[in-house]
């Protein structure tokens, strides 16, 4: 069964400081791998979409890892603003046409 | 969401309504997207279209759900009869084989 387990659920980090969030995917056939930020009232925005063949993938503040052997990938945040609270979200894509499989998300929170 | 109308954006009706939703992406992308969001469930693909042409529906819920894509800049999604479980944001998102999609501003259904 295909599934997208993002951990952890909700964060909430002090302005400035860094924050990685954890995505592990168990999904076949895997095309690609999506991070969105969604903010509250908005459809989501894409950040990063990584290949199997690729491992790293920075868009500014935020860097994104993976490793398709283990099929985990995590979306790290450098030096959080206010405008980074949001819905973060890690689909998989399972086919050429970009059939996406969601998890629940993690909400992120940064505080003053 | 520059890329994709949707419309209403809100939408209130009682159960047992007819529903019709409305998208008009830009033109150059060939797939388009219908995705439901709520709390419980998070994001769900409902049904894909690649040049016009139904891919997936397996994500339909039921046959009240009817989506079409007449041409390439116009889709609807309609739900006859609606019911209060059917509350959901609706959005509608466009891409071109395994690029990012981009999502529309979605639809706020409430079936009362």
């Known amino acids: 069964k295909n599934q997208v387990e993002q951990s952890p659920q909700s964060l909430i980090i002090l302005e400035g400081k860094n924050c990685t969030l954890q995505?592990?995917?168990?999904?076949?056939?895997?095309?690609?791998l999506r991070w969105y930020k969604q903010d509250t009232g908005r459809g989501p925005v894409s950040l990063t979409i990584?290949?199997?063949?690729?491992n790293t993938k920075s868009n500014g503040r935020y860097t994104a890892t993976l490793d398709a052997d283990t099929k985990q990938s995590s979306l790290h945040i450098t030096a959080s603003q206010l405008s980074d609270s949001a819905s973060y979200i890690c689909?998989?894509?399972?086919?050429?046409?970009?059939?996406?499989?969601f998890g629940a998300g993690t909400q992120v929170v940064v505080t003053p | 969401d520059a890329g994709v109308i949707q419309s209403p954006r809100h939408e209130v009706t009682e159960m047992g309504q007819e529903v019709t939703l409305r998208c008009k992406p830009i033109?150059?992308?060939?797939?388009l997207f219908w995705y439901r969001q709520t709390m419980m469930r998070g994001l769900e693909l409902l049904i894909y279209?690649?040049?016009?042409?139904?891919?997936?529906d397996s994500g339909m819920p039921e046959d009240r759900f009817s989506a079409k894509m007449p041409n390439a800049s116009f889709s609807t999604l309609k739900i006859q009869p609606s019911e209060p479980r059917d509350s959901a944001v609706y959005f509608c998102?466009?891409?071109?084989?395994?690029?990012?999609?981009?999502f529309g501003p979605g639809t706020r259904l409430l079936v009362l």
């Open positions: 689909p998989p894509a399972t086919d050429s046409w970009g059939k996406l499989q």
């Open positions: 995505c592990n995917y168990t999904v076949s056939p895997f095309s690609n």
């Open positions: 990584m290949t199997f063949s690729e």
């Open positions: 033109s150059g992308h060939n797939s």
């Open positions: 279209f690649n040049n016009n042409v139904p891919i997936d």
């Open positions: 998102a466009i891409g071109t084989g395994s690029v990012t999609q981009y």
